[in-house]
């Protein structure tokens, strides 16, 4: 079955510090991973993508992920974390056919401390 | 673009009342989605539509829920009637064929008192 584990419900970090989120998949054939994130009130915001290539992506506001294949995981970094980091974010996988529905794992949420 | 709208942003109406949510997908594309969200399942997929037509409605939970899509640029998901365990946040999202990133509309929070 197709499925994203984000193992991870809650993590704080202090401001400043580095921040990796996990995510692992199971998927049948090679994926398209994604991240998003969700400020409180808001819809999803796309923070990077991975299709194909090199397996270390760079995305919006500082972030970053790796996706490898052995592990089955996509996981999230960013090297300082901002106060404005705080927020939930979605690990989410896809077949990259036009027109096909994303599956998302259950969110993390981070909190920042100062 | 404006992106993708939906409304109203905040619904608050009495168990056993229909329900109607508005989504404008962003213009050209032609994958629409409607995802629920959750504390306790996270987001879950409920219907989506390719140029217009539904293609996966597995995830609609029960025949009260149903979802149209007459044009390329407007959807609408109805519950009828509605009960307190549907209050959630429900989510429209677009694509555009050929690319998989899916662009999310703001949300409409629905509470079923």
């Known amino acids: 079955a197709q499925s994203v584990t984000q193992p991870d419900i809650h993590i704080t970090v202090s401001e400043g510090a580095s921040l990796e989120l996990r995510c692992n998949y199971s998927?049948?054939?090679?994926?398209?991973l994604f991240w998003y994130v969700q400020s409180p009130g808001q819809g999803l915001q796309l923070l990077l993508k991975?299709?194909?290539?090199?397996?270390l992506v760079q995305g919006i506001k500082g972030f970053e992920a790796e996706f490898k294949r052995s592990q089955s995981s996509f996981n999230l970094r960013k090297p300082s974390v901002h106060w404005s980091d705080a927020a939930e974010y979605f690990c989410?996988?896809?077949?990259?056919?036009?027109?096909?529905?994303?599956?998302f794992g259950k969110g993390t949420t981070l909190s920042v401390s100062s | 673009d404006a992106g993708v709208i939906q409304s109203p942003r905040h619904e608050v109406t009495e168990m056993g009342q229909e329900v109607t949510l508005r989504c404008k997908p962003i213009?050209?594309?032609?994958?629409l989605f409607w995802y629920r969200q959750t504390m306790m399942r996270g987001l879950e997929l409920l219907i989506y539509?390719?140029?217009?037509?539904?293609?996966?409605d597995s995830g609609m939970p029960e025949d009260r829920f149903s979802a149209k899509m007459p044009n390329a640029s407007f959807s609408t998901l109805k519950i009828q009637p509605s009960e307190p365990r549907d209050s959630a946040v429900y989510f429209c999202?677009?694509?555009?064929?050929?690319?998989?990133?899916?662009?999310f509309g703001q949300g409409t929070r629905l509470t079923v008192v």
């Open positions: 991975y299709f194909s290539g090199d397996t």
């Open positions: 989410a996988v896809g077949p990259g056919q036009a027109g096909t529905a994303l599956i």
């Open positions: 999202a677009s694509t555009v064929g050929g690319n998989t990133e899916a662009f």
């Open positions: 213009s050209g594309h032609n994958s």
């Open positions: 998927y049948g054939a090679t994926p398209y």
């Open positions: 539509f390719n140029n217009n037509v539904p293609i996966d």
